[in-house]
């Protein structure tokens, strides 16, 4: 592997795969700033004063069209930005060409290797002699993922002389990480320990991501503060749930045009992802049927008139199989030799262990037919029926088609601008500790706010005597904090 | 008002409408109970032990069949019952037949006038020379603010000797609270106190009650322990949505017979209730238009194709009115005035101050005309066009048809006995103090699960290695506290 | 049985259960017309004219109160009418009350036994001394059939002297029909000889009588003009569809109170009206499992994520089974017995055969619990489980609720005005043989044009140069005959 | 223009855009017979007899991956096949790459100019010296209407040797037809004599297709025998409705990814075609309105819960419009001027002149920014306020998407392969006139009893006795003519 950055005639560096699109992300970005009426926002609202000046902010998050539109949000707030995905297949080649040309240091392609991954991540996190990052965007957790090993291989160095071994975990991925660590530790063995020392924190916006930092938390080994953003309700409700209703058929319609009414359609979860999906597939004219490990979400799934089942008693019979789990080992590849012919099989949960792909890839006479990129057709041996499996097994909606659309993604992102914002400016005060937090409500509630104007919506305002009577200011928060929406 | 206790043979004391219906209410009391396997799991798991052996409870809660249910639910496990309605047209009569000639005392009856109503209460609260009650089961907190309202009384007349004095307030149904407790008061002053100083705690089931309690709370002047049963998610996510669901077109044709596909209904307010009222509405085929004060709510409420507007905008083009908000003045009779002719007014929330029957009942000149009991259509003099109220703006669901269903409620009710099974077991412990408790979600999710198998659904079961990757047990809690489902 | 005739003041004959409900139906009446734009249109545009002057109208249809309203529609355009009800359980008490006191014969109550039922029917043909009816508005043929029968009699008695012997058929209905026949002929051979030669036209409104007279029509057996309202785009894909959505679950809630969402629905047959009723039972949360003979409907029945299977496949899990077949012997006793405990079983097809009530009732040893009328749970000796059956397996919606809204039965009615219109209008001319005739297109859009005022809706003109371009007239017919819609 | 035809190396011709995806089409088609089980039954049933052994079949018909199983069919039957688009944006490349490559001659390629699209057309019916076509497969009428006007200038040269004068219409398209034809004439002035002779007949499957074919019948200008495929059932009421419900979201999404909830949709027309597209929207979250000019499309909109308004009266408030007349003039360059920046605006109509893509295209001072192919926005000097406009008016689902999936397409497929054989067996019986034909209810059901397997679905059978009951055979046909579904 011989990566080599490149360099923009101002000097800033960039590794993406086709400079030449970049008039053709622009233009897609001026779209999605039309649907991004939260990001919009802000820049007005914030873009004057110029609050991130001095910040320099690493993001690890799908660089598509609607991440632009972030990206070039912190800078108009005054921050210098380095970008990678987080996901080897959820960048958009113009995007990224787009925002490497205009606004910041970009590190992404459309299929990139894990090997590529990761050097992606590093890039983003290499801000050079200076120092940096100050702020951290995440989603899934890589780049915290990277800055924690980092610096518990340094400790373990300093202290022993150790290095990492990459061979003392079988996961593919982690092998990687190790190794990139190991082959950094001499020239500098402090690279990740003067990081976490100036990092003021990093916000974070997915189930899986969110989870982490709470273990970390709860082990004591959070080396700087964290905003869940994932849980503010203008996000998990929102992106998870309806960005994956919409985006969940684009992907299956993108890589397979197959037709989903009257289809029988498997959802493996039935939490904010998978009530998406599965409104989705029924809306679709699917029938569905839901697989779920909570009894409280198995009762909802029942009360919308969703069959609720164990994997085992349809795997033979369902046409659409997608899970949105956030856990491993959910079709593994016994289920999908007993699957019907052409069956697709797809996850849109942040992780790609979902799916027991090692256990496909290794399964004896079986044989990839790639029908076009990120849509494959397995065939096993002895039955000679094949399984369709969407992105390789990683988020579906992102390698299949181009993720969440612009105005839900305006909500998340304008979270993280939140989040990010309050970071750098409790910077100083020692405000947040080294835990994990949410943002408070009257500024979820902005953020919904600020996208009610764009779809003709008109609030209703309470007058002082009722806002009395239910004791609530006038002016929100309107809910008490554990309220479920 | 010369109301008279009655007496069954076997001297148990009860007052309502028609006691030859109680073999009605039996044959439908046995029809329910297949409908509510979490009632009938409690019988069958806590029955033989008698956990509530000696503990003698109060009930303010609609008198229903399905109520009848959690009743011979709390005896079967051994307790003591008295019970009266919290609404005056929300007893079914034939249920409380049976329930009062066959288990418990009951203090109700369809269409109480509102003097009535507090003399039910008093009487379900009043245990004789035994004293009593040790628990509370409320439902908008009628029960436990007679009690507050009355220890007040006792308290302020032992120091000073006062009374209270009904004309200290306009609000009628207030004014008949004071006369009962200043009534009581020469003839027992010490009535309230002795029955704060017996409670072990209440449980209370509505948004609405709850938010009493948690002032309460917050002004230290909570009296006992009480569990927020509304806030299990098996609760508000389940009786306030698919309840409503159900139970507002059941109660609009009952009602009405109006046809819905095609015409266009406003929902006031978009919480649980709000949502279950919108999304039957639309799918039965009519035009739906959310008023919202939270643009949180405002924006789920557009993601599902829901108009969000004012009521000033759409009060003289809808057809259906709907109140959810829990707050009051909502529909004003200023609104009512410029409503198409028999556009429909009907209340869902609790209390019945969402829809300004006071400004309606005086307006000059204004003509009620009763097309059958709890439908009434207003004709005013300007303009000869009318509007229909419905259940005289009191809960729409329970006036009008019978409530939410068998299988919804038994999950509210297998909360409440569990709530209540808490409450007593710890009664000792102190485990609870003078505060407002939320059921654990171990207890939640059981109740969940006590209901799936009626219909048909299997669990998935975690393996232990998928449990320890998301870290958590692998007979659960499956979520965190502040998930939202 | 001594059934007697009784009489208003001013002379008109009437039998209903309670005249005292007459202000009761009269106040509904009011409301209903405010939702039936179509048949209250016909009262402003043909009631000055008086074009039914002089012509006797009989029909037979559920004494609803829509049909009060299409009663008096007749009238107000100078009908004379006598009218019975099409079902024995159809009739709603205060609907005939007030029209026996204001405007038209009325033969009708809610219960009536078999043999009550043709009595009314005899009745409101029995115009008396001076002959008639001149019109008859028939649903599902019963008068019509009492009619053929009847002539048929009179022609076999006068050639034969023989008279029909009620023993000449098992069908338990039939003998009465045929014992009615015979006990005239002897009084009056040429009843309905005379009849039929008077007798301008019927117009006939369901699937079932329609398909009476396409039979009589090819069989040559047709005794005068028909015009099939049924297949009116405005009647049959709007009343059976739209009606049925609605009126289903109200049936089933009033019925039973039982929570639809969650349950497993069987929907025998997915013509209009079971189509009407999948998407009622879907959209409250339920599963729908469609049995289907016919490919096409079964396949529009997978594309909306249905399922299709057989009744054996699925009858012991489901919890809701309904017919709409219009054919007989669809649920037998034999299903019956393998049916869950409390499964519901009801019919909305228009005769009582879809459901072996026959076969119900003889089983041995079985037992008939009545909840309230229209409601029995039928328990089985050798399992003890019970199921629940809606109007003794009569249509449930007009037995166990209201039946269709106004709304949708003002456009169905519309229909029946302007086919009686018609044909006495024609009576003349010749223009109509003794045959099936539908409505021209263009009285079926006028009727839909009627009824989108009330719904706020706008039409979009066609210019003359686009009328021109699809080769259409600016002001329709918009659509060829053969059009599915 | 120079376009020149290929040759494969077996000598059949073609002009497509790039052979070297041959292989991706044909792993695409692959994937596509699984869905299509219609037409593989038709190539299991009659592949073995040849019936088409000797038929030349010419089709102009979308050249995509579903149009090559029908090809493959077609020649499977024993036919020769020579084939083009019948729109210059639907061709699927890799599609049309497979079939020249493997069964057909193809002449079509995605992004033709109207006189290359014309050159396709005269290409595909161009069978050389031995003469051709038999059959032609229609879909929009074009192959059809080049012939007509091509006999009708025969007829005219041979009359009075005028040639047509292109400059005779403004219309532009119509001037390359007329042109054409001219150049053609002296070369070989029987061409379309001998064409229109030897024609057995065409079969077409478009409402607008038909239309003409109607059109021409009634004029008594139709050359040769038509079969209507699309009022089969299960073409109209499957392909246009479940097609455009699937296809209409997947156009939208590909072409700009905006998000659908939350936005105003408007759909022009609520044909089968609208109400598959208005459904579409709706499910994905947004708020329709509806415009129509017939009054019972336009009820049946508001049962579903649309609003029916004009355009004008939303043109600047909705986001997305979508025309689906069949009609011209619909959206006029003066109802964009005024519409929301970033409007989408396109067509799912078989022709583009629903907009008018002619008034937008000489908008004095408008500037055309191509977003990507298909997808261009326009801004209006006056407002700098854009609209975006998909496919350029035409078919969007089929210019920015892949058009219907293959199982729907299986239906509509099967019909016109039916339809072909229909007319070849015959071709010697007379039985086919000069007219236009449906095909009889027994090969509709058939059609849809084909695709019921691959769906899991099982039908009942109908009992002899039943059958008898409601006078139909037991094996059908099912249904009356006239019966909607």
Redesign the interface.
Known sequence: MALLVEKTTSGREYKVKDMSQAD?GR??IE??E??MPGLMSCRTEFGPSQPFKGAKITGSLHMT?QTAVLIETLAALGAEVRWCSCNIFSTQDHAAAAIARDSAAVFAWKGETLQEYWWCTERALDWGPGGGPDLIVDDGGDATLLIHEGFKAEEEYEKTGKVPDPNSTDNAEFQIVLTIIRDGLKSDPKKYTRMKERLVGVSEETTTGV?RL??MQANGTLLFPAINVN?S??K???DNL?GC??SL??GL??A?????????GVVAGYG?VGKGCAAAL???????IV?????????????????????E?VVS?ADIFVTTT????IIMVDHMRKMK??AIVCNIGHFDNEIDMHGLETYPGVKR?T??PQTD?WVFPDTNSGI?VLAEGRLMNLGC??G?????MS?SFTNQVIAQLELWNERKTGKYEKKVY?LPKHL???V??L??GK?????????K??AD???IPVE?P?????Y??
Chains 1, 2, 3, 4 share one sequence.
């Open positions: 053709f233009l897609e779209l999605a039309v649907e069209i989870k709470y273990q849980d309700v203008t998990s409700k929102f309806y209703r919409h058929p684009d319609m993108r397979t045009d197959v037709m989903i009414a009257g289809k029988v904010d029924k809306q679709a004219g699917a029938r569905v697989t779920e490990i909570d009894p409280i979400c198995a009762l909802q799934a029942l009360m919308e008139g969703l069959q609720v089942l164990t994997l008693d019979e956030g856990n491993k080992d012919n052409n037919i029908i076009k057709r369709i088609a181009t969440h659309p612009s105005f839900v909500c949410v979820d509630e902005k919904a706010a996208h009610l779809l003709g919506a008109k609030l209703t305002k309470l007058s005597d009722q009577y239910i004791s929100g309107y809910k008490p904090p554990h479920r929406y």
